[in-house]
């Protein structure tokens, strides 16, 4: 079920990239022919780019795609390598879930004053980006707790092979 809501997360960012292609297409073109840029463009893609990064982050830490050093891992034996992990995995989850508390004030600020961003004709409302920042940094440190269980009770080799031969 994890991970295919973190299948799903990332499904949804890639479309919302073939979206901001299509936007930044759009936009260059008009520049470019008509001296007139796609109106909201710039603060749509830079809502977009946080957006698409959280939505990301569930499946590298599922599949175990979080960027590490491997000069002493690759060193350690199979129960340093587990305690390893785990320390890796407390930090992450206790990374994502200051991340998640200590952006919640901001999100429900950003939804009672109606913030946005933009002028004129097109203004993007924030707190969505904002409540979307909550929500997936809450499930990366589900993810992380997810994962130590899983290695924990040996199931999470047999996860990740699973996972990658995919």
Not at 122 to 147: E, G, I, K
């Amino acid at each position: 079920m994890t991970g295919r809501i973190a299948q799903t997360t990332h499904i949804v960012s890639a479309c919302w990239v073939l979206v901001l292609a299509i936007i930044i297409f759009i936009d260059v073109l008009g520049r470019y022919f008509f001296s007139q840029p796609l109106l909201g463009a710039t603060e749509i893609i830079k809502n977009s780019v946080v957006s698409i990064t959280f939505l990301q982050l569930p499946l590298a830490i599922y599949r175990d795609g979080m960027i590490r050093s491997t000069i002493v891992y690759d060193s350690l034996g199979q129960k340093a390598k587990r305690v390893l992990r785990t320390f890796s995995s407390v930090l992450g989850l206790l990374f994502f879930l200051g991340t998640a508390l200590s952006s919640w004030p901001p999100a429900v600020e950003a939804f009672n004053v109606s913030e946005y961003e933009g002028e004129g004709a097109l203004r993007v409302p924030t707190y969505p980006v904002r409540f979307l920042v909550v929500a997936t940094s809450f499930y990366a440190a589900y993810v992380y707790l997810h994962m130590m269980f899983l290695d924990w009770t040996g199931q999470r080799k047999s996860m990740l092979e699973t996972t990658n031969s995919a």
